[in-house]
């Protein structure tokens, strides 16, 4: 069939630049660039072209520009180009159209409508340069109170587990099949350089990375891939996947050509079969049966880790949140409507979920409402994208918050949205082991390790400028926010003034 | 139900801001004396407050209403003054009233009304809940719900004495000299965003405990949010009724002793807490674990007292000032050296403790003579 589908890019090369190397040819994973050997010439077919950037980068005489194809139809506010394309490609294939990353829709951005405070006269601000600085956070179950004897110390209060992390900046879920092993290591080694952890995501832990386990939260989800003891002992943190806030409600699934020999002994299953995660947790179809989950995780664990539950946020998750604190849950990890994925279905990735800003504030109140906010931490996740986003979230009531998105951009990814192909250019969305060997895992882990400590450096400036040395002090703390060009009931439900009041 | 918040932050900021001198004395072998070296001291920072607000606390000042809570508490219209006398006979068991006594002064214009009530709880009245918290809910309603009334103070056998002014003109006007206490606490205010307003002045008092208090928490927002949580509503939106509040719950309600709370409020930091012998470790860690909520972060200083208690400390990095004298079993705790100096010139000792340690004067403890080597031989008594 004749695609109707115009290319989204356009490839220009500039011929005084260009020697026929070939770099181009060799780094498109998408077979845009080409060796014409008859005529001696490195050509371009841009209808492939993803704008992935990567030939662009790797031209060693810059002779590549990618720009994006104008398309210029006549204008229309309804149907706009993506309308019209996602369209013809359903025409043309009656499937369910895939992509990857998270929402890349206009949604209002909250972080960019809320501003944080700085001390002036009243109170001093801190210079972290100067000053002591605490970001350090404990995630796990506190008690209502502390008790102890007459005689000091004497502590008689235990606590539940709790986990250190040096800043309050995890790595969020991404699973091995999904992104290749190189990126696991990257991220392994940078969360335990920087004292924070990493999550494994649905699709197990590679036996190399048992070394990591200190700073590992690994997941339980509806496939159980790779689940078996040993996964469970050597981590620090058990995380229940019941949603993902790319794709609330839908289950996941890993194409059968990306299950190797590595990822079929990771996740357990037969090499080259689809790996796909039921929808549901079908052992948890009410908040009773999360219960038992929780505790058979407990159980299983010996009481030694904290258990997490991750949802994504929907419509009730206040009154859900309170559910899985009641259950058991230790820490509860929420993922906003711009969530990523490795593959999500389009539709469901672009119109299900809310705003992970609406979310963390309606529930840190309603735990709070009901006395029960120290039975949990919450973290959140899905569209963090700067220190600046960390502190909103955690004056909004975050403990902590997860990265996924910014951990890959800076690793390399550009996103182009191509996950779901398994051809990721940049060598992280992908088990196609010629592409995954781009990524080398100590470049990798330090690229991650400098980001992290470029926001904890950050964090501190924001920390000490509202006269502020530990980071509990900012946790809930929704005084130190103001909301710009909000109207009134977002300005209630985020329980935020408006700027100047 | 009354807005506090209108008459103390008229203009619905987050919260009111101000800054104060700050002073307490104790004699800790429990010898009452007139209030007026602390009327001098708090005096002599006169320029640390801004006339807005100005107020003292006693102890050991009823003795021979001992054992009844006595009650202070002002008025601004006859109607409020007769809805809660009529409250008090319905509720407590009154064994005297009588105004406190006043005496013009230029500087105090407008004073409201101040009566003083002795009043006794019947078994049968408070109907299970301890005294005490009869008392503190019985408070909380004659302050959030009946017009033109606020108590002052609700402890035995002590008083708090406040008003918009300066310090020594609310001595004045309250005629302080002709009282008798074992422990004092003064403060001295200044306000950015109030006109003032009685109630709102220094000391906070509820039951016995008082709190005095110069500094601005940053931490305000998530303290109170915390609060709320135990049912604490923070009706004036001042960092030292957040203060007051966290002192009930942990001391109180938690029981748990002045010197843990001063590390719940101004904790050690991590590195440090990693530098204490293990099962102190694992106290301060489990501390700042539970109750990070509460840390009062930003500059502050602040004196509590109780009965046979007063506590002063900063915050853990010491942004405002806080300096303490002994002489003999008496302790001062001041903003400034030199007031404690103006009142007591041959101390035997001086000092600035560090950020978060608090010092604590203790009827229970007194304060006695120690010898100290010194260099060069010889000993010293300090």
Request: aromatic share 8%.
């Given at each position: 069939m004749?695609?109707?589908?115009?290319?989204?890019?356009?490839?220009?090369?500039?011929?005084?630049?260009?020697?026929?190397?070939?770099?181009?040819?060799n780094?498109?994973?998408?077979?845009?660039?080409?060796?014409?050997a008859?005529?001696?010439?490195?050509?371009?077919?841009?209808?492939?072209?993803?704008?992935?950037?990567?030939?662009?980068?790797?031209?060693?005489?810059?002779?590549?520009?990618?720009?994006?194809?104008?398309?210029?139809?006549?204008?229309?506010?309804?149907?706009?180009?993506?309308?019209?394309?996602?369209?013809?490609?359903?025409?043309?294939?009656?499937?369910?159209?895939?992509?990857?990353?998270?929402?890349?829709?206009?949604?209002?951005?909250?972080?960019?409508h809320?501003?944080?405070?700085?001390?002036?006269?009243?109170?001093?601000?801190?210079?972290?340069?100067?000053?002591?600085?605490?970001?350090?956070?404990?995630?796990?179950?506190?008690?209502?109170?502390v008790?102890?004897?007459?005689?000091?110390?004497?502590?008689?209060?235990?606590?539940?587990?709790?986990?250190?992390?040096?800043?309050?900046?995890?790595?969020?879920?991404?699973?091995?099949?999904?992104?290749?092993?190189?990126?696991?290591?990257?991220?392994?080694?940078?969360?335990?350089?920087?004292?924070?952890?990493?999550?494994?995501?649905?699709?197990?832990?590679?036996?190399?990375?048992?070394?990591?386990?200190?700073?590992?939260?690994?997941?339980?989800?509806?496939?159980?891939?790779?689940?078996?003891?040993?996964?469970?002992?050597?981590?620090?943190?058990?995380?229940?996947?019941?949603?993902?806030?790319?794709?609330?409600?839908?289950?996941?699934?890993?194409p059968?050509?990306?299950?190797?020999?590595?990822?079929?002994?990771?996740?357990?299953i037969?090499?080259?079969?689809?790996?796909?995660?039921?929808?549901?947790?079908?052992?948890?179809?009410?908040?009773?049966?999360?219960?038992?989950?929780?505790?058979?995780?407990?159980?299983?664990?010996?009481?030694?880790?904290?258990?997490?539950?991750?949802?994504?946020?929907?419509?009730?998750?206040?009154?859900?949140?309170s559910g899985?604190?009641?259950?058991?849950?230790?820490?509860?990890?929420?993922?906003?409507?711009?969530?990523?994925?490795?593959?999500?279905?389009?539709?469901?990735?672009?119109n299900?979920?809310?705003?992970?800003?609406?979310?963390?504030a309606?529930?840190?109140?309603?735990?709070?409402?009901?006395?029960?906010?120290?039975?949990?931490?919450?973290?959140?996740?899905?569209?963090?994208?700067?220190?600046?986003?960390?502190?909103?979230?955690?004056?909004l009531?975050?403990?902590?918050?997860?990265?996924?998105?910014?951990?890959?951009?800076?690793?390399?990814?550009?996103?182009?949205?191509?996950?779901?192909?398994?051809?990721?250019?940049?060598?992280?969305?992908?088990?196609?082991?010629?592409?995954?060997?781009?990524?080398?895992?100590?470049?990798?882990a330090?690229?991650?390790?400098?980001?992290?400590?470029?926001?904890?450096?950050?964090?501190?400036?924001?920390?000490?400028?509202?006269?502020?040395?530990?980071?509990?002090?900012?946790?809930?703390?929704?005084?130190?926010?103001?909301?710009?060009?909000?109207?009134?009931?977002?300005?209630?439900?985020?329980?935020v003034?408006?700027?100047?009041? | 139900?009354?807005?506090?918040?209108?008459?103390?932050?008229?203009?619905?900021?987050?919260?009111?801001?101000?800054?104060?001198?700050?002073?307490?004395?104790?004699?800790?072998?429990?010898?009452?004396?007139?209030?007026?070296?602390?009327?001098?001291?708090?005096?002599?920072?006169?320029?640390?407050?801004?006339?807005?607000?100005?107020?003292?606390?006693?102890?050991?000042?009823?003795?021979?209403?001992a054992?009844?809570?006595a009650?202070?508490?002002?008025?601004?219209?006859?109607?409020?003054?007769?809805?809660?006398?009529?409250?008090i006979?319905?509720?407590?068991?009154?064994?005297?009233?009588?105004?406190?006594p006043?005496?013009?002064?230029p500087?105090?214009?407008?004073?409201?009304?101040?009566?003083?009530?002795?009043l006794?709880?019947?078994?049968?009245?408070?109907?299970?809940q301890?005294?005490?918290?009869?008392v503190?809910?019985?408070?909380?309603?004659?302050n959030t719900?009946?017009?033109?009334?606020?108590?002052?103070?609700?402890?035995?056998?002590?008083?708090?004495?406040?008003?918009?002014?300066?310090?020594?003109?609310?001595a004045?006007?309250?005629?302080?000299?002709?009282?008798?206490?074992?422990?004092?606490?003064?403060?001295?205010?200044?306000?950015?965003?109030?006109?003032?307003?009685?109630?709102?002045?220094?000391?906070?008092?509820?039951?016995?405990?008082?709190?005095?208090?110069?500094?601005?928490?940053?931490?305000?927002?998530?303290?109170?949010?915390?609060?709320?949580?135990?049912?604490?509503?923070?009706?004036?939106?001042?960092?030292?009724?957040v203060i007051?509040?966290?002192?009930?719950?942990?001391?109180?309600?938690h029981?748990?002793?002045?010197?843990?709370?001063?590390?719940?409020l101004?904790?050690?930091?991590?590195?440090?807490?990693?530098?204490?012998?293990?099962?102190?470790?694992?106290?301060?860690?489990?501390?700042?674990?539970?109750?990070?909520?509460?840390?009062?972060?930003?500059?502050?200083?602040?004196?509590?007292?109780?009965?046979?208690?007063?506590?002063?400390?900063?915050?853990?990095?010491?942004?405002r000032?806080?300096?303490?004298?002994?002489?003999?079993?008496?302790?001062?705790?001041?903003?400034?050296?030199?007031?404690?100096?103006?009142?007591?010139?041959?101390?035997?000792?001086?000092?600035?403790?560090?950020?978060?340690?608090?010092?604590?004067?203790?009827?229970?403890?007194?304060?006695?003579p120690?010898?100290?080597?010194?260099?060069?031989?010889?000993?010293?008594?300090?």
């Open positions: 004749k695609t109707y589908l115009p290319p989204k890019f356009i490839v220009e090369r500039d011929p005084e630049r260009c020697i026929q190397c070939q770099v181009c040819v780094q498109c994973a998408f077979d845009t660039h080409y060796y014409d008859e005529d001696d010439e490195v050509r371009s077919r841009p209808d492939s072209c993803v704008g992935c950037h990567r030939c662009v980068l790797f031209c060693p005489t810059q002779a590549l520009t990618i720009r994006r194809n104008p398309l210029d139809y006549r204008e229309n506010y309804n149907w706009r180009p993506e309308v019209i394309e996602d369209i013809i490609k359903q025409a043309e294939t009656g499937g369910v159209l895939l992509t990857g990353m998270g929402n890349d829709k206009g949604y209002r951005i909250y972080w960019d809320l501003v944080l405070n700085a001390s002036q006269v009243t109170n001093p601000s801190i210079d972290p340069l100067r000053e002591p600085m605490e970001l350090a956070t404990y995630l796990g179950r506190k008690p209502d109170r008790e102890i004897d007459r005689d000091y110390p004497g502590l008689k209060t235990e606590l539940a587990p709790q986990v250190r992390i040096e800043v309050p900046v995890m790595f969020a879920a991404m699973s091995y099949g999904a992104v290749s092993i190189n990126v696991h290591e990257s991220l392994a080694r940078a969360a335990t350089e920087a004292g924070t952890l990493w999550n494994t995501g649905e699709g197990g832990l590679h036996p190399k990375l048992y070394e990591y386990g200190n700073n590992t939260i690994v997941q339980v989800a509806s496939g159980r891939f790779g689940v078996h003891p040993k996964y469970l002992d050597v981590s620090r943190v058990v995380e229940i996947k019941i949603g993902q806030g790319a794709k609330p409600g839908i289950g996941g699934h890993l059968g050509e990306k299950v190797s020999a590595e990822v079929s002994m990771t996740r357990m037969p090499t080259g079969t689809d790996a796909l995660s039921p929808a549901p947790q079908h052992d948890i179809y009410s908040i009773e049966d999360l219960a038992q989950l929780v505790y058979a995780l407990k159980e299983a664990t010996n009481y030694t880790k904290p258990i997490s539950v991750k949802i994504a946020a929907v419509h009730n998750s206040a009154a859900i949140a899985m604190v009641r259950a058991g849950a230790d820490i509860i990890v929420l993922d906003g409507l711009r969530g990523a994925t490795g593959a999500a279905p389009k539709i469901i990735r672009d299900v979920g809310i705003p992970i800003e609406m979310a963390l309606s529930v840190d109140t309603r735990l709070r409402q009901e006395g029960i906010r120290n039975q949990a931490s919450v973290v959140i996740s899905g569209g963090i994208r700067n220190s600046g986003d960390v502190a909103k979230a955690i004056a009531g975050a403990d902590a918050v997860y990265i996924g998105t910014a951990a890959l951009i800076a690793l390399g990814c550009t996103l182009c949205q191509q996950c779901h192909t398994g051809k990721c250019a940049w060598g992280i969305c992908t088990t196609d082991l010629a592409l995954t060997k781009r990524l080398n895992p100590d470049i990798g330090r690229r991650l390790a400098n980001l992290l400590r470029s926001w904890s450096l950050e964090l501190k400036d924001i920390l000490g400028g509202m006269g502020i040395n530990a980071l509990e002090s900012l946790r809930g703390n929704r005084l130190h926010l103001r909301g710009v060009g909000l109207n009134e009931t977002e300005l209630e439900i985020l329980g003034r408006m700027a100047g009041s | 139900m009354k807005d506090l918040s209108k008459v103390n932050n008229p203009y619905g900021d987050d919260k009111v801001i101000d800054a104060c001198s700050i002073f307490g004395m104790m004699d800790t072998a429990g010898r009452r004396f007139p209030g007026k070296d602390i009327v001098r001291a708090i005096a002599n920072m006169h320029i640390r407050g801004n006339g807005l607000g100005g107020g003292f606390a006693v102890y050991g000042l009823y003795p021979q209403y054992d009844q809570y009650f202070h508490i002002m008025y601004l219209s006859r109607e409020g003054k007769s809805e809660v006398e009529a409250f006979k319905q509720r407590f068991r009154l064994l005297h009233a009588e105004e406190v006043t005496q013009p002064t500087a105090i214009v407008n004073p409201p009304l101040v009566w003083r009530y002795f006794e709880v019947e078994p049968q009245q408070c109907d299970g301890s005294q005490d918290n009869y503190v809910d019985r408070v909380m309603e004659v719900k009946i017009e033109d009334a606020f108590v002052f103070s609700s402890g035995k056998d002590m008083a708090v004495f406040k008003g918009v002014g300066y310090p020594e003109e609310i004045e006007y309250f005629r302080l000299e002709q009282y008798e206490g074992y422990l004092w606490t003064a403060h001295g205010r200044f306000p950015t965003n109030t006109p003032g307003w009685w109630g709102g002045a220094h000391p906070f008092n509820i039951l016995d405990w008082t709190v005095v208090h110069n500094g601005e928490i940053s931490s305000y927002g998530i303290n109170r949010r915390y609060l709320e949580q135990f049912g604490y509503h923070c009706a004036m939106h001042t960092d030292t009724e007051a509040y966290a002192i009930d719950l942990l001391m109180r309600r029981s748990l002793p002045i010197e843990i709370v001063a590390k719940i101004a904790p050690s930091f991590w590195s440090a807490i990693e530098r204490r012998p293990p099962a102190e470790q694992e106290l301060l860690r489990t501390l700042r674990q539970v109750y990070g909520s509460l840390l009062l972060n930003g500059p502050f200083t602040i004196i509590i007292a109780h009965h046979g208690e007063m506590i002063g400390f900063t915050d853990r990095i010491r942004l000032p806080l300096t303490v004298g002994v002489k003999g079993p008496v302790l001062y705790l001041s903003s400034e050296e030199s007031a404690i100096r103006l009142v007591c010139p041959d101390l035997d000792r001086a000092w600035i403790p560090t950020g978060g340690e608090p010092i604590v004067g203790s009827l229970e403890r007194p304060l006695v120690q010898e100290v080597e010194v260099a060069g031989g010889g000993n010293i008594r300090c």
